[in-house]
């Protein structure tokens, strides 16, 4: 049932570490708007962000049961226990609490469609589908060896792009240039994920890049992603006189480094739970430090 008695299964399964993922595009288009015109629509704001955040929860739920269903993920995994896969919810539990998520993320994007028109459609509806899309249908991105495109895009580009556009009604090219930076560090998080999981996501048929073209490959990616958003900051931001937002983020450069060398360093094992959450402390501590250098 989905009011199951043990609540931590459903918070384990919601992943809250990995919904830093959602609140990053957002805070950051946020910060551009006000950066442009010393204006903003708290309204707006918080409708995107909880509509945000809300949709990547039905991404991790349908992840959950999808993957518990294909033997992607099994009590033997090395990464954190999935409540399908562990026994702890029912997979017809799971899918309907993804439903749920869905709704409320609707629901709050309904004032986003009043504000700005069918162009939201444009942007949700496709949303909406891949967080089922994803691992699940007739080509789920993430057994095709697109996880890591669909993570850059959607956490990154098209949410920093889309959450601009709810706030000023136009299209920015900041918004591509933060959206970039942004979905390079979350699409460090599923990279690592690949990376830790190679062997058992080869058992299952699971075709990730790290799958596809092997380790020293998702080692090389994993190094750039964390790295190339800091090149990208101090190649863009300084000619429009942000240089603010070049310099301050560069803090976040030292776990990216930890990161790197530690995945060069060992093979994929437990440990690697320990650079995902390194990596989930790079992606805060840079959007923090960029939005205030932003405002």
């Not at 918070?11 to 595009?25: D, Y």
């Amino acid at each position: 049932m989905l009011c199951a008695s043990n609540w931590k299964a459903w918070v384990l399964a919601a992943r809250p570490k990995t919904l830093p993922a959602a609140v990053a595009p957002v805070a950051m288009g946020a910060g551009i708007a006000w950066r442009l015109t010393g204006v903003l629509s708290w309204w707006l704001v918080w409708c995107t962000l909880l509509s945000a955040v809300a949709i990547q929860i039905a991404t991790n739920f349908f992840n959950d049961a999808i993957d518990a269903a294909k033997g992607a993920d099994t009590s033997q995994r090395l990464g954190p226990t999935r409540a399908t896969a562990a026994g702890l919810t029912s997979s017809r539990a799971m899918f309907l609490a993804a439903g749920v998520a869905i709704l409320i993320s609707a629901g709050f994007a309904l004032p986003l469609i009043q504000a700005r028109g069918w162009m939201m459609l444009v942007i949700g509806l496709p949303s909406l589908y891949f967080s089922y899309g994803y691992t699940g249908g007739k080509w789920p991105l993430a057994y095709r060896g697109w996880g890591d495109v669909f993570v850059l895009l959607f956490f990154g580009l098209i949410a920093v792009s889309g959450t601009v556009f709810v706030l000023l009604g136009e299209w920015r090219g900041e918004s591509l240039v933060a959206g970039l930076q942004v979905g390079m560090l979350s699409t460090v998080l599923i990279a690592i994920n690949n990376l830790r999981d190679l062997e058992e996501d080869r058992l299952s048929v699971k075709r990730t890049l790290a799958v596809r073209f092997g380790k020293a490959f998702s080692r090389v990616e994993i190094t750039l992603l964390c790295l190339l958003p800091h090149v990208i900051g101090l190649c863009y931001w300084p000619g429009l006189g942000w240089g603010n937002v070049a310099w301050w983020p560069l803090a976040a450069a030292l776990p990216g480094v930890l990161i790197s060398l530690g995945i060069w360093r060992t093979e994929p094992s437990r440990v690697y739970n320990r650079f995902l959450a390194i990596a989930g402390l790079q992606l805060i501590v840079f959007t923090v430090l960029w939005v205030a250098a932003m405002l």
